[in-house]
């Protein structure tokens, strides 16, 4: 068979099949449009991303220990107040997320009656 060795690849519950070299023009064209992006803001891609980096170590994250058993929307009200360049999510405890480590982004974890129940994480 000269097809090239297809990778199956699960997407929202759907299964579809993608080629390899589907696969490298898709990744060319996501590059492309993080360049694109990222110089239209007039930063380098590694800029922005060590200015995230800086703006993350700056965050004390020790200090949100303090939320756990409060209600969850109320700590993301706090956390957005003092940090409003994050991106804070309340999240049920156990809920599936990317694996993805982003600096500008906080999960918030609360139980069913939404109250926290870890300290929120910045990624």
């Keep these: 068979d000269d097809r090239e060795e297809e990778k199956e ?3 929202l519950g759907r299964t579809c099949l993608l080629d390899s070299q ?3 023009g898709l ?9 694109a992006t990222t110089r239209s803001a007039g930063m380098s891609f ?5 200015a995230q980096e800086d703006a993350a170590a700056k ?8 939320y756990v058993g409060k209600p969850a929307e109320e ?3 706090l ?6 360049s994050l991106k804070v999510s309340p999240l049920p405890a156990g809920s599936p997320v990317t694996m993805d480590y982003r600096t500008d982004r906080v999960r918030v974890y609360h139980d069913e009656s939404g109250n926290v129940v870890a300290p929120p994480k910045l990624g």
């Design 27 to 35: 990744l060319a064209a996501w590059i492309v449009l993080v360049a």
């Design 59 to 66: 965050i004390d994250q020790k200090a949100w220990a303090q």
């Design 22 to 24: 589907s696969m490298r």
């Design 9 to 11: 690849e699960v997407v």
């Design 75 to 77: 700590v993301c009200q």
């Design 46 to 50: 590694t800029d922005k991303l060590k």
């Design 79 to 84: 956390i957005r107040e003092a940090q409003p």
